[in-house]
């Protein structure tokens, strides 16, 4: 009888607790995985310091794009588009200079000697188209370097040039050689503070580019005088020449 009652109440017990997912399990058993579910990781498994550190981003890394991608190099950060159009021609002054001593060295020659007198003149003229060739080698490596400060040298050296020979056209008595050369100075000058304005120029976009956005606007800091002063005289000269607005028509 008493095997008769324990077998009923084994019969007529509820399921077990691997049957009921919400059965509290008995002390040590295991919970069985119900079919079709996956088992998953602990909940409060932390995870190991080497996967944070893969996760979380480098303090100084920026999201998005490659970094420094729209950054200019510091050797071209000043050059400008129309350099380009000032190097061409400092670059073809020069070789018509040198061309022109070459094939017409006689007339130069007699230029010269009225200077200098007949006994130098040979030499100078020979030191003047060494250091002027040095001037257009300058100038081409300019270009092809993009590199706007090796167009100061061959400026500056014939600014100089034409000053001195200004002078000796005052202490000689001519006129139109002084006209002449004041003129091919005012050339020079005209062109060296366009370098300038446009090294600026190129200088100031490429500041707003590197900004961070929402930063304030950038100014002309880090510019020196001479860029200033070019830049506003180009500003100035493009404001006049520039189109101007026409006046509405009234009905």
């Known amino acids: 009888m008493n095997r008769n009652m324990g077998a009923k109440m084994t019969v007529g017990a509820g399921p077990g607790p691997g049957s009921d997912p919400d059965a509290t399990p008995a002390l040590g058993v295991a919970p069985q995985a119900t079919p ?14 080497a996967a944070e550190q893969a996760q979380s981003p480098a303090p100084g890394a920026v999201p998005g794009p490659v970094q420094g991608g729209g950054r200019t190099s510091p050797s071209t950060r000043t050059w400008h588009r129309f350099h380009y159009a000032v190097g061409v021609f400092i670059v073809a002054y020069g070789v018509t200079g040198l061309v022109s001593a070459v094939v017409l060295w006689g007339d130069r020659q007699e230029e010269i000697e009225g200077y200098f007198g007949s006994g130098p003149a040979a030499g100078v003229l020979v030191f003047a188209k060494a250091v002027e060739a040095l001037l257009v080698l300058s100038a081409v490596a300019g270009v092809v370097l993009r590199r706007d400060v090796l167009f100061v040298p061959p400026l500056a050296g014939w600014m100089a040039g034409f000053a001195m020979f200004a002078v000796l056209d005052v202490f000689k008595g001519r006129w139109g050689g002084l006209v002449e050369h004041l003129l091919y100075l005012a050339a020079f000058v005209v062109l060296l503070f366009l370098s300038y304005g446009f090294s600026a120029k190129a200088q100031l976009a490429g500041a707003r580019r590197e900004a961070e956005p929402g930063s304030s606007p950038v100014g002309p800091h880090g ?29």
């Open 223 to 251: 510019l020196t005088r001479t860029q200033e002063f070019a830049l506003q005289a180009i500003n100035r000269a493009v404001a006049l020449t520039g189109p101007r607005p026409r006046p509405e028509r009234r009905d």
């Open 36 to 49: 079709g579910q996956a088992q998953s990781p602990a909940a409060g498994q932390a995870q190991s310091p």
